[in-house]
Nanobody, 119 residues
């Protein structure tokens, strides 16, 4: 069973930065590498949304609200996905999760990591 463990969240002021990590276990390098991976977030009272994704060829996509501020990357050897978040805004406050993107076949969701941006 695949397990996703997110880390790196915290409390920062507006304009600050955080780097999130998501480590996958219980899967092979080949399976991890073959999946488009994404970072999602869920703010209180809102639906979970995909904010960034990265393909096997390192092609990236971002939701408009984070373009130019967030950068997604992956280390397939370590089965880890990263999200560098700069110029954070209060509206970025949410629980952040990683999972497969672009497919209905998701892995079990991890606990996520809380990001809180104070104004």
């Amino acid at each position: 069973q695949v397990q996703l463990v997110e880390s790196g969240g915290g409390l920062v002021q507006t304009g600050g930065s955080l780097r999130l990590s998501c480590a996958a276990s219980g899967t092979t390098f080949t399976i991890f590498y073959s999946n488009v991976m994404g970072w999602y977030r869920q703010a209180p009272g809102k639906q979970r949304e995909l904010v960034a994704s990265i393909s096997t060829g390192d092609r990236t996509n971002y939701v408009d609200s984070v373009k130019g501020r967030f950068t997604i990357s992956r280390d397939n050897g370590k089965k880890t996905v990263f999200l560098q978040m700069n110029s954070l805004k209060p509206e970025d406050t949410a629980v952040y999760y990683c999972n497969v993107a672009g497919s209905m076949n998701k892995w079990p969701w991890g606990q996520g990591t809380q990001v809180t941006v104070s104004s």
